[in-house]
């Protein structure tokens, strides 16, 4: 079984920054990809970015330049550096780690095992 745990997350003014990170553990397999996605409410989920096992890295245009995906395959740990944000990043943002490496857009969906979610609040 795969457990996914994010933590991080919290309020902050519009222009601040947060930092997010995500372990993975239990009957982990390499490779395997990892990204963050995120919820707001009344909206569907999307995906924000994602980090391949090789370290290649993706994201959704309204986040590129503001946020830095990164991770540590030895620890199994990912972090998404959040700056500059905007009341339009508040949402849920669940990490999200699947079987396998991926390349371009095929990193940006298909995730098997998901964590529960931390709430990142920007106020204006």
């Known amino acids: 079984q795969v457990q996914v745990l994010e933590s991080g997350g919290g309020l902050v003014q519009a222009g601040g920054s947060l930092g997010l990170s995500c372990v993975v553990s239990?009957?982990?397999?390499?490779?395997?990809?990892m990204a963050w996605f995120r919820q707001a409410p009344g909206k569907e989920r999307e995906f924000v970015a994602a980090?391949?096992?090789?370290?290649?890295?993706y994201y959704t245009d309204s986040v590129k330049g503001r946020f830095t995906i990164s991770r540590d395959n030895v620890k199994n740990t990912m972090w998404l550096q959040m700056n500059s944000l905007k009341p339009e990043d508040t949402a849920v943002y669940y990490c999200?780690?699947?079987?396998?490496?991926?390349?371009?857009?095929?990193?940006?969906?298909?995730?098997?095992?998901w964590g529960q979610g931390t709430q990142v609040t920007v106020s204006s």
């Open positions: 999200a780690s699947k079987f396998g490496d991926c390349s371009g857009y095929g990193c940006w969906n298909d995730y098997l095992y």
């Open positions: 239990g009957r982990t397999f390499t490779p395997h990809a």
């Open positions: 980090v391949n096992w090789r370290h290649s890295t």
